[in-house]
Nanobody, 123 residues
């Protein structure tokens, strides 16, 4: 069974930064497409960053220029660096592995999901 463990969430003021981490002892990120998603209460889930096994990354307009996804194969860890955070970034953030489908940043599916980590941005 694939297990993903996220960490790094917390409370931060608007304009601040956080770095989320996702690690696993059961799947190797370097061979898989990996992403970070988020879901706020009452809102549709949204994929906010994705990276291919080859290292190509892209982002939706809502976070482009502020969020950076990266991986460190030696530690089997994927990161999401979030800068210039806004209150609307408040959500539970999930690590995703194994892209199945991608139609839009709101219509996608990954094979595996972490348990989520809460990010709260205060104004």
């Amino acid at each position: 069974q694939v297990q993903l463990v996220e960490s790094g969430g917390g409370l931060v003021q608007a304009g601040g930064s956080l770095r989320l981490s996702c690690t696993s002892s059961t799947i190797f990120f370097g061979l898989n497409a990996v992403g970070w998603s988020r879901q706020a209460p009452g809102k549709q889930r949204e994929l906010v960053a994705r990276i291919t096994a080859g290292g190509s990354s892209n982002y939706p307009d809502s976070v482009k220029g502020r969020f950076i996804i990266s991986g460190e194969n030696a530690k089997n860890t994927v990161y999401l660096q979030m800068n210039s955070l806004k209150p609307e970034d408040t959500a539970v953030y999930y690590c995703n592995v194994g892209l199945r489908t991608f139609r839009t940043w709101a219509d996608y599916d990954y094979a595996y999901w972490g348990q989520g980590t809460q990010v709260t941005v205060s104004s």
